[in-house]
């Protein structure tokens, strides 16, 4: 199927649309500075950031966004062997809602809503939601929950069907979509690509898209 074929991208949030990862690398940045002058390479701190998360992704109904954040937080510090407050934590878990978004995520989302009906993917809290569909151009409606995305698409499937899913190398495939990789950090891109589509970044996309159009 081709890229204009598709009448609706889902795309994930973190890692395609916001740079989560830099925005998880300053925000720890405090409790990495307590270390004094131990550091810890950048791809280790995410490494273990993820896998705390995933650790605590199940508690996600109990503790919300917020408080997976506030615990991831603290375990991170318990594993470097270092002191950290709940207050610290919570100051963790609120720097969410000032992560950045990749310099071609505004652009590309300005362009790609003239063809497709966009669907983001991603957890935030209630208040932090309205200003980030805001900076991505998209209706509140249009966020959705990831612990709620298969759900979503069973129940409003007929209206966006067929769905393109914009995501990571990381992310396991759904085998009930068709997928785009971004692969920001080309290291990360699969080679073949394991996927109906591997493209570099969001802008890339967009390029791809045109080309589609001219053919």
């Given at each position: 199927?081709?890229?204009?074929d598709y009448r609706a991208l889902l795309i994930d949030c973190d890692g395609v649309l916001v740079d989560r990862d830099s925005g998880v690398l300053a925000?720890?940045?405090?409790?990495?500075?307590?270390?004094?002058?131990?550091?810890?390479?950048?791809?280790?701190?995410?490494?273990?950031?993820?896998?705390?998360?995933?650790?605590?992704?199940?508690?996600?109904?109990?503790?919300?966004?917020?408080?997976?954040?506030?615990?991831?937080?603290?375990?991170?510090?318990?594993?470097?062997?270092?002191?950290?407050?709940?207050?610290?934590?919570?100051?963790?878990?609120?720097?969410?809602?000032?992560?950045?978004?990749?310099?071609?995520?505004?652009?590309?989302?300005?362009?790609?809503?003239?063809?497709?009906?966009?669907?983001?993917?991603?957890?935030?809290?209630?208040?932090?939601?309205?200003?980030?569909?805001?900076?991505?151009?998209?209706?509140?409606?249009?966020?959705?929950?990831?612990?709620?995305?298969?759900?979503?698409?069973?129940?409003?499937?007929?209206?966006?069907?067929?769905?393109?899913?914009?995501?990571?190398?990381?992310?396991?495939?759904?085998?009930?979509?068709?997928?785009?990789?971004?692969?920001?950090?080309?290291?990360?891109?699969?080679?073949?690509?394991?996927?109906?589509?591997?493209?570099?970044?969001?802008?890339?996309?967009?390029?791809?898209?045109?080309?589609?159009?001219?053919?």
């Open positions: 199927m081709g890229l204009t925000a720890l940045q405090p409790l990495l500075d307590s270390r004094g002058g131990k550091s810890l390479p950048r791809e280790q701190v995410l490494a273990e950031f993820h896998a705390v998360i995933a650790g605590l992704y199940p508690r996600f109904a109990e503790l919300g966004f917020s408080g997976i954040l506030c615990f991831a937080h603290r375990q991170l510090a318990e594993r470097w062997g270092l002191p950290a407050s709940w207050e610290e934590g919570m100051s963790f878990a609120r720097s969410a809602g000032n992560w950045s978004l990749f310099e071609d995520a505004p652009g590309a989302m300005l362009y790609l809503r003239k063809f497709y009906r966009l669907l983001v993917c991603g957890d935030r809290d209630f208040e932090d939601r309205g200003l980030l569909c805001e900076r991505l151009g998209i209706e509140a409606d249009d966020f959705i929950s990831l612990v709620d995305a298969r759900q979503w698409l069973d129940r409003h499937g007929a209206q966006v069907q067929p769905v393109l899913h914009v995501t990571r190398p990381s992310v396991g495939p759904d085998v009930s979509l068709d997928r785009c990789l971004i692969g920001r950090q080309s290291a990360r891109q699969p080679v073949p690509c394991a996927a109906d589509y591997c493209i570099n970044s969001m802008a890339d996309l967009v390029a791809q898209h045109q080309l589609c159009l001219r053919r």
